[in-house]
C-alpha cells in the first residue's frame, strides 16, 4: 500500500504518487469544445485532492470526430489558451495533466444525432433543452428499429 504514495517517473514526467484519474467524460465542456471554469475548477480539486496524474475525457481532435456533446475539444488555435489555462491551474495545484485524444470515426455524425435526440427527449421530459436546435437525422434504414445494437432508437422510427 505504501508504495502509491512514493513518487514515480512515467517517461520524464515526474508524478508525486502513483495515483491517477482515469479518463472520465465530464461533460463539462462549451458546446465548441472549449474548456470552461466549471471544467477548470474539477481539476483543480483533483489535484488538491492529492491525484498525481490526471487524464482528461477524450477530446476530439477534429470536428467530425466529436463523439458526444459537451466534449474537450483540440480541433482550433482558438481553444488553445482555455487548455493552458487548465493545465497550469492543475500544475499550480500539485498535479500533472495527460490529455486523451479520440476520433469518433466514419458513422460518428450519425451516432451523435441519434445521442443528441435521446438526450434531448430526455431533458424534454424534464422542462427543457440546452439547445435551440434539433438535430435531423439522413439515414434511410427502416423505422422502429435501434441505431447498430446501441439501444438507442433510430431517430426516424415513430415514437
Known sequence: M????????IKGMELSNRFVRSATWEGMAADDGAVTPKL????IA?????????ITSHAYVRQEGQAGPWQIGVYK???????KEMAAAVHENGSKIVMQIAQGG???SKLFICL?????????A???????????????????TEYEGTGIPDPNSEL
Open 126 to 144: 424534464c422542462g427543457g433543452t440546452r439547445y435551440n436546435w434539433v438535430p435531423q437525422a439522413d439515414d434511410s434504414r427502416p423505422p422502429n
Open 2 to 9: 505504501s508504495k502509491l504514495f512514493e513518487s514515480e517517473k
Open 46 to 54: 483533483l489535484a488538491k485532492g492529492g491525484v498525481g496524474m490526471i
Open 77 to 83: 488555435d482558438e481553444l488553445i489558451d482555455g487548455l
Open 116 to 124: 443528441s435526440i435521446a438526450v434531448f427527449m430526455s431533458l424534454a
Open 106 to 108: 466514419l458513422e460518428m
Open 40 to 43: 477548470i475548477e474539477t481539476m
